[in-house]
């Protein structure tokens, strides 16, 4: 692949992405939706932050690492642990992300 075909490729991407994002935008505010959708839709992010997430915390080096020894998945689980007893994003990033570089960098 030469660089204009890849340049081609990128904005071929950046016209489909912006295609389908505005079309929700630009209709958002004039059709009403349905109450179940709406309440579906709340648990997009979280699912796709799951979808993510759970690679990495699992196999880390592109195979299964369940462990004690997984730095991704201690510091994953701690950092949901944080999250969900204490409620607050920055306490959560900071723990994860603290523990994560303590537990691999030693």
Same mark, same amino acid.
């Given at each position: ?28 505010? !004039? ?10 839709? !709340? ?43 204490? !409620? ?17 960098? !030693?």
């Amino acid at each position: 692949m030469n660089a204009w075909q890849e340049v081609a490729l990128i904005f071929g991407m950046m016209v489909v992405t912006f295609g389908v994002r505005y079309s929700v935008l630009a209709l958002s505010g !004039r059709i009403q939706l349905p109450a179940a959708l709406e309440e579906a839709l !709340r648990f997009v992010p979280v699912a796709v932050l799951t979808a993510l997430c759970f690679p990495i915390m699992f196999m880390p080096e592109g195979q299964f690492f369940i462990s004690l020894n997984n730095a991704h998945l201690i510091a994953s689980m701690v950092a949901i642990a944080v999250a969900a007893y204490s !409620r607050h994003l920055l306490l959560t990033i900071v723990v994860g992300m603290g523990l994560f570089l303590f537990l691999h960098l !030693r």
